[in-house]
């Protein structure tokens, strides 16, 4: 049930635009602070905040501190699973398709 509750939460934080616009500044430029973060969105610092906690939840996020500065870091795990869970197994037999065309092909031409 645990599993399921993770997943949740992450779905949920990546339904958001705005979340995902986060995610892309920090693949863009990771271990930003809440002020960098802030520059690149049309949104108040009390909504960043509210959805960097989202974030955080899900495990997207990953927070250092450096003195008094706090630190937004992407952890790219979650997404990985998400792909080998919901999205590799979806790729495997049109891969595996081309891949028998190109064989089949080569063999008419060839």
Known sequence: MAERADTDALFKALADPGR????????????QTLTQLCEHLDMTRQGVTQHLN???????????????????FLNP????????RW??????????AIADL???????HG
């Open 87 to 96: 999205i590799a197994k979806f790729e495997k037999p049109r891969l595996k």
């Open 20 to 31: 995902r616009k986060l995610l892309d500044q920090l693949h863009a430029h990771d271990g």
């Open 102 to 108: 190109k064989r089949k092909l080569e063999k008419t």
């Open 54 to 72: 989202a974030l955080e939840a899900a495990n997207l996020v990953a927070v250092v501190w450096r003195g008094r500065e706090k630190l937004h």
């Open 77 to 84: 795990v979650p997404l990985q699973e998400i792909y080998e």
